[in-house]
C-alpha cells in the first residue's frame, strides 16, 4: 500500500543519485537481453546492487564488504549466486539466471534451499536481469520489478525494499508488519463505511418504497454491488478518476430540478451497460448493468447517495483496497444480509449461530486457497509441462526461419496453451469466490507464461483476453446462497475488468443451487475441484433443513452416524472428477477417526480415493471457527494414502510424506501415522485385552436441566446443606440427602486426591430392581420439602426444557441424565474428559460428576486391582495411544472419550501377584500427591487471602523476591518505609523458603516415581529401547 511505503522516510537526494547510476544499467538493455548467466552476474552484482543499491562486495572491498558472490550453503555446500551479510551474518540470498529463463517461479526451489541452509537469512531475490522478485523469508507472497521499464516511482520501491541501508535496518519486515496491521484497519474502516452506507440506504429505500421488505434488500445489494464496481473502476482506470464526485457534481448542477441524485447514477448505470461516448465511458455490460425495471423504480432520497457514497470514494482502490480485502468484506456482508433478513422476518439473529454458521460458512485464508489452487491445478499443469518437455526458456535465432526443432517446440507450446483452454474447475459450494479467485490468478499467469515462451517466435497474444477466455471456458461455481453467488461474480469481474473490455456474463457460470441434491453441472466433467466445503453436523441439518436431510441420508453412502455434511460434500465432489482430476478441500478431519466418518472412510477407501492428506492437528486455520481442520486431496486409484502432520503456515516449506496403502485403509478408524509410530502400535495391539473388555462401563456422569439451578457450593450443617444458588444469587438451606459432592473437569488431576465444595440436587433412588429412578412427586415433595420448593421456583422453565430436551416433563425436577447411582457410590477411576497428558485419578469417595469427566467401572470378571490399572493409563503408553488414535483439541489436549478410550490394548497377567508392584507405586504416588496438596494448602491458608492469584498457586515456581511482588499486589500492601517492607519480608522469608523446599522435594517424588511406573508398564508390554524412545519422542 502507497501510505505504509511512504510511512518509511529515505534520502531524497542518495535515491536521485543512484536512479541516475541505474540509467547506466539501462543503456546495456540490448547486450544484457544476449549475456549467458555466468557471463554478467558479476556484472549485474556490480552495475545494480554496488551502484544503484548501496552494497559493497568482496572484491571491491575484501576488509569491509557485504555482498559476496558464490558462498558455500551451511549444509550441504552448494553454493549460492551471492548472499547479504549484515554484522557479519548471512541474512540473504540472491540467485540469479539469465535472460532465457522466462519462469522464476522455476528458479524458486533452488533459491528457497540456499536460504533455508542459512539458519539467518530473512530474505530472498531472484533475477533473469529483467524481472526482479524479493521475498521475506517464505516463498508464499514476492514484491516484483521489471527492470528493463523501470519509473523513478518504482526505483524508490526497489530501494526502499531492497537497498543495504533497508536491509541492515529490517526494514522490509517493518514494512511487512506495517502492512498487515494497516491491511487490517483499513479492512475495518471499509467495512464499517460500507455496512453504514448500505443500512442507510436500505432505510430510506423502505421508507419511501411500498414493496415487500426482502425484495427490497436484494435491491438494496445490487445497487450497492453496482456502486462498488464504481468505486473500483474509478481508482483503476476503467472509468474516470472521481467518477463518483462528477455524478454528485452533474446532479448539483442541474439546479436541483425535477431529476433526483438517483436518476444521474442510473443514467451512469446505463451508460456503463451500453457504453456513452458523450460521458467517456465504454461498454461493461457482464449483467452487473442490466436493464432492471425493480431497481430502476425505486424512489431514494439524495442525501443516502451524496456524501456516504462520497465517503467511499474516498478510499484508493487502486493501491489500499486490494481485492482480497474486498474478499473478506464481501463474505462479512453476506453475514449481514442474512441479519438484515432476519430483522424483516421479525426472527431472532445470533451472530455465532447465524446462517453461514449454520451453513458451516467460513471465510478461507489466502495462504490454503493458494496451495490447494497450485497443488490441484498447479500439479496437473506442472504434469502437462513436464509429459510436453516444456522448458522454462526459449531460444529462437530466427523467428521468420524457424528450425524443424524450433517449429516443434512452438506446435508444444500452442498445444499447451490450448490444453489450458479445456480445463474446467469448479467450487460447489463458493461463497464469495475466494477459490475461484486464486484459480483465476493462477491460469492468468500460466498464459502470462506460455504468452512469454511464445514472444521470440512473435507470436503475439492479446493479453487481457486471456482472462476473458478463463471466464468463459474455465471457472464454475456453485453456491446455496443467492447473494454469495452475486457477490463472487462481482468479484471476478473486478479481478479481470478492463477499460473498454465487456464484462464477461457468468450467468451459466457462477449458479445458485444446492449442489448436493441439485448440482447444475455433469458428473466426471471436472478436472479441479476445490474449495472449503460448509461443516455442518446431521443434528443441525435436521433443525434447519428437515427435508433436505431425509434427502442426503437417501443419496449419499457417507450419511452415516451423526454425519457432517463435508463428508457429503467430498463423496459429490469426487463424482464430479474426471478420471485423471484432482480434488482438494479443506476440512475438520474428525472423519478419520469419528464413528460418523464409517460411511465416508468405506466410501474413500473403495475407490482409494485419497491421494494426500495434510493433518494440521490442533493448529487453527479459520480466525471464527473452531474447527480441527485437514487438506485432503482426492483422485482416482490411488495405491498409497500420502500424509504429514503439519504445522498449517509450515505447508510451503519442503517436507517428505509418510504413507500407508490401500491393502491396511478399511471402513475402520484411519490411525495416520509414520512406520515407527505404526510398529509400536501393532505391537500394542498383539496385547490380549481391550480396555472396553476389562471396564464394562465408561461413561459421562450426569446432566442437569441447568447447572445454575441444580449446582450449588455449599457444606453441611447440622444435618442441612447450606449453599449457594446462582440461579437465586442467594443462599439455600436444603436436606443434606438430597445433595451429592460433585465433580467438574478441573477437579481431576493425575494421581491427586479429590475434594470439593460443589455440590448437585440428586431427586432420584434406586427402586427395587437396582435402577435409578426419579422420586414421585408427592414423595419427593413430602421427603424432601425444601429441595422441593426449591425447584420448584424453576418449574415453568424446567417443564419447558424437559419438552425441548423430549423426555417426560412429569418428573420436571429430576436431572436431564441421572445416570445410574451406583456407577457413582463405587470404587471407580475418573479422567477428565478434555486433557493434556493422562490426568486420570482414583476414587473410592463416591464422587458424583458431569458430563466433563468420566468413569471407569471394571466388569466384575477381572479382579485385578483399580490401581494396577491406573498406573497403567497414567502412563506415558496410553498417552501415546490417545495422540495416534484420539481427536486433537486446540494447544495440544486430547479428548479422553469413551470411543477412543476402549480401543486400548491392555496385557493379560499370568498371575495376579504380578499386579502387586504397581498398586505399590500407585499407593505411593497417591500418598505423595496428598501429602503435596496438603503443604501447598498449608501455606496458602497462612496467605490468608479471598482469591488466589495463579502465580501465587504455583508459588513454589516462584523466587522470593516475585513472590513478595505478587503477594503484595494481590493483598494491595504498601509499606510506609524501607524498614517496614524489610519486616515484612524477615516474616516471611522463612516459612516461604521452607515451604517452597518441601513443595519441590514432593514434586522430585512424584516425578522420580512417575518415571518408575512408566518403566514398570514398558516393561509389562515388552517394549524395546528403541520402541520406549519413539513413545516418549512423539
Not at 526494514?171 to 483499513?186: G, V, Y
Request: aromatic residues 12%.
Amino acid at each position: 500500500q502507497k501510505s505504509v511505503l511512504t510511512s518509511i522516510k529515505q534520502d531524497e537526494s542518495l535515491v536521485a543519485s543512484r536512479w541516475n547510476n541505474f540509467q547506466n544499467y539501462i543503456a546495456k538493455i540490448d547486450a544484457i537481453r544476449g549475456f549467458k548467466e555466468e557471463v554478467y552476474q558479476d556484472g549485474f552484482f556490480k552495475d545494480v546492487f554496488e551502484s544503484c543499491l548501496g552494497y559493497t562486495l568482496k572484491t571491491t572491498n575484501p576488509s569491509d564488504y557485504n555482498l559476496e558472490r558464490e558462498k558455500k550453503n551451511e549444509t550441504d555446500g552448494k553454493k549460492a549466486d551471492g548472499v547479504i551479510y549484515v554484522n557479519g551474518e548471512i541474512i540473504g540470498i540472491v540467485e540469479l539466471k539469465d535472460q532465457k529463463t522466462k519462469n522464476l517461479d522455476a528458479v524458486e526451489s533452488q533459491a528457497f534451499n540456499y536460504h533455508n541452509s542459512h539458519s539467518n537469512s530473512k530474505y530472498v531475490i531472484i533475477s533473469n536481469f529483467d524481472e526482479l522478485r524479493f521475498y521475506i523469508d517464505k516463498k508464499t507472497a514476492y514484491e516484483k520489478f521489471n527492470l528493463f521499464t523501470l519509473t523513478y516511482d518504482d526505483f524508490k520501491t526497489l530501494h526502499l525494499l531492497i537497498s543495504y541501508e533497508s536491509i541492515k535496518e529490517n526494514i522490509p519486515l517493518k514494512l511487512k508488519e506495517k502492512s498487515a496491521n494497516f491491511e487490517q484497519t483499513i479492512s475495518k474502516e471499509l467495512y464499517r463505511d460500507f455496512s453504514q452506507f448500505r443500512s442507510h440506504l436500505f432505510e430510506n429505500i423502505i421508507k419511501n418504497n411500498d414493496l415487500d421488505r426482502s425484495l427490497l434488500l436484494r435491491l438494496t445489494q445490487k445497487l450497492c454491488d453496482r456502486i462498488i464496481f464504481i468505486l473500483f473502476a474509478e481508482d483503476r482506470n476503467l472509468l474516470k478518476a472521481n467518477t463518483v464526485k462528477e455524478i454528485r457534481s452533474r446532479h448539483q448542477q442541474d439546479g436541483f430540478g425535477d431529476r433526483s441524485m438517483y436518476d444521474y447514477y442510473k443514467l451512469y448505470f446505463d451508460a456503463i451497460n451500453t457504453g456513452n461516448e458523450k460521458l467517456g465511458i465504454p461498454k461493461y455490460n457482464g449483467g452487473l448493468f442490466a436493464t432492471d425495471e425493480m431497481l430502476d423504480s425505486l424512489k431514494i432520497d439524495d442525501t443516502y447517495l451524496d456524501m456516504e457514497a462520497q465517503k467511499l470514494s474516498d478510499f484508493d482502490f487502486e493501491s489500499d483496497i486490494s481485492v482480497n480485502i474486498l474478499g473478506h468484506i464481501f463474505e462479512q456482508s453476506l453475514t449481514d444480509l442474512e441479519e438484515m433478513n432476519a430483522s424483516i422476518n421479525d426472527t431472532e439473529f445470533d451472530k455465532k449461530k447465524s446462517k453461514r454458521k449454520k451453513d458451516g460458512v467460513f471465510y478461507t485464508p489466502e495462504y490454503i486457497t493458494r496451495y490447494i489452487v497450485e497443488n490441484t491445478l498447479g500439479k496437473l499443469c506442472r504434469d502437462k509441462k513436464e509429459a510436453l518437455k516444456i522448458e522454462p526458456e526459449t531460444v529462437v535465432v530466427n523467428p521468420r526461419k524457424l528450425t524443424k526443432a524450433e517449429q516443434t517446440y512452438k506446435e508444444i507450446l500452442l498445444k499447451y496453451r490450448e490444453w489450458l483452454t479445456h480445463l474446467k474447475i469448479l467450487d460447489p459450494a463458493c461463497g464469495s469466490g475466494a477459490f475461484l479467485n486464486q484459480a483465476l490468478e493462477f491460469l492468468i499467469r500460466e498464459h502470462t507464461l506460455i504468452r512469454d515462451l511464445l514472444l521470440p517466435f512473435e507470436d503475439l497474444m492479446i493479453g487481457y483476453e486471456v482472462e476473458k477466455s478463463i471466464l468463459e471456458h474455465n471457472l464454475y461455481g456453485v453456491d446455496i446462497n443467492e447473494d454469495a453467488v452475486e457477490i463472487a461474480k462481482l468479484s471476478l469481474w473486478l479481478r479481470t475488468a478492463h477499460k473498454g473490455r465487456e464484462l464477461t456474463s457468468l450467468n451459466d457460470k457462477i449458479v445458485c443451487a444446492n449442489s448436493l441434491l441439485a448440482m447444475p453441472f455433469e458428473e466426471n466433467s471436472f478436472d479441479v475441484v476445490i474449495g472449503n466445503p460448509p461443516y455442518v453436523r446431521v443434528q443441525g441439518l435436521k433443525s434447519n433443513y428437515e427435508d433436505e436431510a431425509k434427502l442426503y441420508e437417501q443419496k449419499f453412502k457417507s450419511a452415516t452416524g451423526k454425519y457432517d455434511i463435508y463428508a457429503l460434500f467430498l463423496e459429490m465432489s469426487f463424482k464430479m472428477l474426471k478420471p485423471t482430476g484432482k480434488l482438494s478441500y479443506i476440512l475438520p478431519h474428525k472423519f478419520l477417526i469419528a464413528d460418523f466418518g464409517y460411511g465416508l472412510r468405506t466410501f474413500l477407501a473403495e475407490n482409494k480415493a485419497v491421494e494426500s492428506l495434510l493433518h494440521f492437528g490442533s493448529e487453527m486455520v479459520f480466525e471464527d471457527a473452531s474447527a480441527y481442520t485437514c487438506i485432503v486431496t482426492l483422485s482416482h486409484d490411488n495405491q498409497k494414502l500420502n500424509f504429514k502432520s503439519i504445522h498449517p503456515k509450515k505447508i510451503f516449506d519442503e517436507f517428505v510424506y509418510d504413507s500407508v496403502g490401500y491393502e491396511k485403509l478399511h471402513s475402520d478408524t484411519w490411525n495416520l501415522s509414520n512406520n515407527g509410530v505404526s510398529q509400536v502400535m501393532d505391537k500394542l495391539n498383539t496385547q490380549p485385552l481391550r480396555l472396553k473388555e476389562v471396564f464394562s462401563k465408561i461413561s459421562v456422569g450426569v446432566q442437569s436441566l441447568g447447572d445454575d439451578i441444580y449446582l450449588l457450593n455449599g457444606k453441611f450443617e447440622n444435618n442441612h446443606f447450606v449453599g449457594f444458588s446462582k440461579e437465586l444469587n442467594g443462599e439455600v438451606i436444603l436436606e443434606q440427602e438430597l445433595m451429592k459432592p460433585f465433580l467438574k473437569g478441573e477437579d481431576v488431576k493425575r494421581y491427586a486426591p479429590l475434594g470439593t465444595e460443589l455440590y448437585i440436587i440428586y431427586p432420584h433412588f434406586i427402586d427395587e430392581n437396582g435402577k435409578t429412578k426419579p422420586f414421585e412427586e408427592e414423595d419427593f415433595k413430602k421427603d424432601f420439602p425444601l429441595g422441593y420448593a426449591y425447584l420448584e421456583r424453576f418449574k415453568p422453565l424446567l417443564i419447558e426444557r424437559k419438552i425441548n430436551y423430549k423426555t417426560n416433563p412429569k418428573y420436571w425436577y429430576s436431572l436431564h441424565r441421572s445416570r445410574e447411582i451406583d456407577m457413582f457410590e463405587q470404587e471407580k477411576i475418573i479422567t477428565p474428559e478434555i486433557s493434556l497428558g493422562a490426568n486420570m485419578t482414583y476414587d473410592n469417595q463416591s464422587f458424583y460428576h458431569g458430563t466433563k469427566c468420566y468413569t471407569f467401572i471394571k466388569a466384575p470378571k477381572y479382579k485385578e486391582n483399580y490401581r494396577f490399572y491406573l498406573c497403567i493409563l497414567n502412563s506415558s503408553l496410553m498417552w501415546f495411544f490417545l495422540k495416534n488414535t484420539g481427536y486433537e483439541l486446540r494447544g495440544g489436549y486430547f479428548a479422553f472419550k469413551t470411543n477412543f478410550l476402549e480401543p486400548f490394548p491392555l496385557p493379560k497377567l499370568e498371575r495376579l501377584e504380578q499386579q502387586e508392584p504397581f498398586i505399590e507405586k500407585a499407593d505411593l504416588i497417591l500418598e505423595l500427591n496428598k501429602q503435596l496438596q496438603n503443604a501447598k494448602q498449608n501455606f496458602l491458608n497462612e496467605l490468608r487471602l479471598e482469591k488466589t492469584p495463579k502465580k501465587l498457586q504455583k508459588f513454589e515456581e516462584l523466587e522470593f523476591e516475585e513472590f513478595v511482588k505478587e503477594y503484595t499486589k494481590a493483598k494491595k500492601l504498601k509499606f510506609a518505609d524501607k524498614l517496614e517492607e524489610r519486616n515484612f519480608k524477615n516474616d516471611w522469608l522463612a516459612l516461604f523458603e521452607n515451604d517452597k523446599k518441601a513443595v519441590l522435594e514432593l514434586k522430585a517424588q512424584i516425578a522420580k516415581t512417575d518415571k518408575e511406573i512408566d518403566s514398570m508398564v514398558y516393561a509389562l508390554y515388552r517394549l524395546t529401547e528403541n520402541e520406549i524412545g519413539i513413545i516418549e519422542n512423539v
